[in-house]
């Protein structure tokens, strides 16, 4: 009895898992389906944008928009650049954004939780194939950020976040 009502338990907290919230929908990448909140990522990065870009020095030079960066992806390679982009947010931006305002880390926080969330996501689906076009466009944006002191590229690449929030609302 006991035994079948942990069961029963753990499969209805699974299948709440699995059920979008507000605000959240299902992107397709690829093989993987994955439901994350952009408008609340949005709307956390919308509130910190302007102290964010206004801390940038260098308004030359983008991590994202280079021509090859994230313009005419491969559907079959979305997946795939989604996976390694969220990877280099978590492991490079996030980790060196940190101001001297607490509002805006606690801002940078919950968007680097939303991010880590989706990460973990798409690496428990493990369908993602990389390519060579997929590769030589995360190259392209390592390339850019790697071009310049680490926080002044963490405050340009948090900056930039609506240049990959559009992408990924434009995802087919």
Known sequence: MKASFL?????????LN????????IFHFGPCSISMSVSEIRSGFTAIKANIQARDPIRTLSILSHPRSL???KSSERCCVTHQLFNFYVDKVF??????DSY???KISSIANSFLSVKRKLGQCNKCTCGQESTEKLQQVLVNYEGLNVTSA??????????????LEKSP
């Open 71 to 73: 313009h005419k992806v």
């Open 154 to 167: 963490a405050i340009k690449s948090l900056g930039e976040l609506d240049i990959l929030l559009d992408w």
């Open 18 to 25: 699995l059920m979008p919230t507000a605000g959240t929908k």
């Open 95 to 100: 980790k060196h954004c940190k101001t001297e």
């Open 7 to 15: 069961l029963c338990l753990f499969s209805m907290s699974s299948w």
């Open 104 to 106: 805006v880390n606690r």
